[in-house]
């Protein structure tokens, strides 16, 4: 298998121990694009009051008795321990839980917690025991960075406790570091994500595009004058909360708002024909790139007896022999000459000539999108005798590129992206259907040939 270098890319935390004096954090400067990320574009000063703005003691006081009652039972918010165990369970909660839905989440974050309880066992921890744990959450460099940040806060000794001090750390952003700042040292700044942008853009009848850099900042501003100065951190997450139940896109439940006395949105729907659910405005997603590759499984058929052992820190994720083809390009010929070209350089041989092909055919095809890409894999299964023996079959590129050899029950234990492990899956449903099984697997006794036709 192949090494990538460039890995494919309704949160809640716990009730935290409350300070008599909570700490007020040092905001980052703020972006200037037009377009901005939501989660990482606070304010010059997040507690600055916006113009004709308010955060009536009421509301704080309504939401918080709801959250208390209807807060849902989430294992990140059962973290006991010191601080610092709080704010590393709400660190990986929080950074599991960007772009993924909670049910999926709660399962990935136990595994992960009963690994790696403590930032420093973490630190500990290599690139791909963290991919093998994240396998299928997706957006892999979530983890990578996760490790990266142990690292660099074991290094310091110190865990940071304040969202100044956290934005230092690689991998943080604005809304992460608000989070644990409040969440586990009581610090009285906001957070920002989009089920937060939800609820305050109905409060407030905002009706402006909430991906425009100057929106953001006002989210931002109007969040930090809400935040609750005694409960910040779970101020917060009733915020959350509110936005990832009753405050949905397209059912609110505005009858059990515990703050729908407050919402202008509402209050707009009883006197015109405004509805709670055009806000915030929706702005069309891009469509997605359209991608091809031509995917070969590589299998030795002799010479190959355990998992060649792997060197290095890497930070790729594994993944079958995988070429980006033209749209144009996608006929066999043409997948098939780009394949040779990648594996004579990957391998360090040449398919007509250091090896013998015993079989070679395609499998079949796999769709897998991406969150902006859609990419359509062309799958082909290649058995290959390897004349001079596997020695010095891998080497490693100019590009970092690695490889490993390894056997099936090795390839079943692996952490693999969903969509190779879809690929993988083809490829064995294949191999069961074609061939006998015997003591040396699925492999087929002759050599086939197949001549292209040009």
């Keep these: 298998m192949a090494k990538n270098p460039k890995a494919a890319d309704t949160r809640r935390g716990r009730s935290p121990t409350r300070r008599p004096q909570p700490r007020r954090a040092k905001a980052a400067p703020a972006g200037s694009s037009s377009a901005a990320d939501i989660e990482d574009l606070a304010p010059a000063v997040p507690g600055a009051a916006a113009p004709g703005a308010a955060a009536p003691a009421a509301l704080r006081a309504q939401l918080l008795r709801w959250y208390d009652v209807h807060r849902r039972d989430l294992p990140w918010r059962c973290a006991s321990g010191s601080e610092e165990e709080r ?231 594994w993944e079958f022999p995988l070429v980006l083809v033209d749209e144009g390009k996608t006929d066999l010929l043409n997948r098939r000459k780009a394949m040779d070209k990648y594996l004579s350089k990957l391998l360090n041989i040449d398919i007509g000539q250091k090896s013998v092909v015993i079989f070679r055919e395609d499998i079949g095809e796999h769709v897998h999108v991406f969150s902006h890409i859609r990419l359509t894999m062309h799958v082909e299964l290649m058995i290959i005798n390897i004349k001079d023996g596997v020695d010095r079959l891998c080497k490693k590129e100019a590009d970092s590129t690695r490889l490993k050899l390894v056997n099936e029950s090795s390839v079943e234990s692996m952490g693999l992206t969903s969509g190779i492990r879809k690929v993988y899956n083809m490829v064995r449903a294949f191999k069961e259907k074609r061939f006998p099984v015997s003591e040396k697997g699925h492999v087929p006794t002759r050599k086939r040939t197949r001549r292209l036709k040009q």
């Design 87 to 317: 704010a590393y369970a709400v660190w990986v909660s929080e950074v599991m839980l960007q772009q993924t839905r909670v049910p999926v989440v709660v399962g990935y974050y136990e595994r992960w917690m009963a690994r790696w309880p403590t930032v420093r066992s973490l630190a500990a921890a290599t690139q791909e025991e963290v991919n093998e744990i994240w396998a299928g959450l997706g957006y892999y460099r979530r983890a990578r960075f996760l490790m990266e940040g142990a690292k660099q806060i074991m290094e310091k000794g110190v865990f940071p406790c304040t969202a100044s001090a956290l934005r230092e750390v690689h991998g943080i952003g604005d809304y992460t570091a608000g989070a644990i700042a409040s969440i586990a040292f009581n610090e009285v700044v906001p957070v920002v994500d989009g089920n937060v942008v939800r609820v305050i853009s109905r409060l407030y009848a905002i009706a402006d595009n909430p991906k425009e850099s100057s929106t953001v900042k006002r989210f931002w501003e109007l969040a930090g004058q809400m935040v609750d100065p005694l409960r910040p951190g779970d101020f917060n997450q009733a915020m959350m909360e509110l936005g990832a139940t009753l405050c949905s896109k397209t059912k609110p439940g505005c009858s059990e708002c515990p703050v729908s006395s407050h919402c202008q949105a509402l209050a707009l729907s009883h006197e015109n024909s405004v509805r709670v659910t055009d806000f915030p405005r929706v702005v069309p997603k891009a469509k997605p790139r359209r991608d091809f590759a031509a995917v070969c499984v590589v299998q030795i058929a002799q010479g190959l007896e355990e998992e060649r052992p792997e060197e290095g820190l890497l930070a790729g994720l």
